[in-house]
Antibody, heavy 120, light 108 residues
Framework: QEQLVESGGGVVQPGKSLRLSCAAS????????MHWVRQAPGKGLEWVAV????????YYADSVKGRFTISRDNSKNLLFLEMSSLRAEDTAVYYC?????????????WGQGTTVIVSS | EVVLTQSPATLSLSPGERATLSCRAS??????LAWYQQKPGQAPRLLIY???NRATGVPTRFSGSGSGTDFTLTISSLEPEDFAVYYC??????????FGGGTKVEIK
């Protein structure tokens, strides 16, 4: 069945870097735009970034622009989020999500999330 | 940035009752609004997109309406599994997607 599985979360010190991965299966990954969305503890959802199906375009939330990089490897059905200069406010559960084919910007398939804790 | 304001923050209702959730946008977003449901410890689930289109597998008791700046999610008769947090999200500016702060529907 269609599935997204995130990995790579953990505890990291402020100012350090971390790379998250999202493994896709059960659908044509190379045809779909993909997103990262995060949720700080006890808070709401915050969109982080999107990458076009072919990697040709990427867009970021202002809160992460210049620090985070979204990328993908369509040959391996993998989505990535490279996070650098991490701050305490980046602590969150990070979800990868698939863009719905007929409505760009709507996410119809989500992973279960991976937790990032930024703390010294 | 499009700011989405959801109200109320918490809705206390009993099973079988009708739930009406509101989402207001800071500027017109046409019909480009979605609703998601999130239960504790789970990922969000898409319910409604483009204001009134139910996602695949979503029960008919969930309906959405609105356009411009004012949107509503209605649950016609609450089932026990519907008690959760609901978020609205706009895609009018898909280079800068935003979510509302959420409405928690709790058992009265």
């Amino acid at each position: 069945q269609e599935q997204l599985v995130e990995s790579g979360g953990g505890v990291v010190q402020p100012g350090k870097s971390l790379r998250l991965s999202c493994a896709a299966s059960g659908f044509s990954f190379s045809s779909d735009n993909m997103h990262w969305v995060r949720q700080a503890p006890g808070k709401g959802l915050e969109w982080v970034a999107v990458i076009w199906y072919d990697g040709s375009e990427t867009y970021y939330a202002d809160s992460v622009k210049g620090r985070f990089t979204i990328s993908r490897d369509n040959s391996k059905n993998l989505l990535f989020l490279e996070m650098s200069s991490l701050r305490a406010e980046d602590t969150a559960v990070y979800y990868c999500a698939r863009d719905i084919v007929s409505a760009e910007g709507i996410m119809d398939l989500w992973g279960q999330g991976t937790t990032v804790i930024v703390s010294s | 940035e499009v700011v989405l304001t959801q109200s109320p923050a918490t809705l206390s209702l009993s099973p079988g009752e009708r739930a009406t959730l509101s989402c207001r946008a800071s500027q017109s977003i046409s019909v480009y609004l979605a609703w998601y449901q999130q239960k504790p410890g789970q990922a969000p689930r898409l319910l409604i997109y483009d204001a009134s289109n139910r996602a695949t597998g979503v029960p008919t008791r969930f309906s959405g309406s609105g356009s411009g700046t004012d949107f509503t999610l209605t649950i016609s008769s609450l089932e026990p599994e519907d008690f959760a947090v609901y978020y609205c999200q706009q895609r009018n500016n898909w280079r800068g997607l935003t979510f509302g702060g959420g409405t928690k529907v709790e058992i009265k």
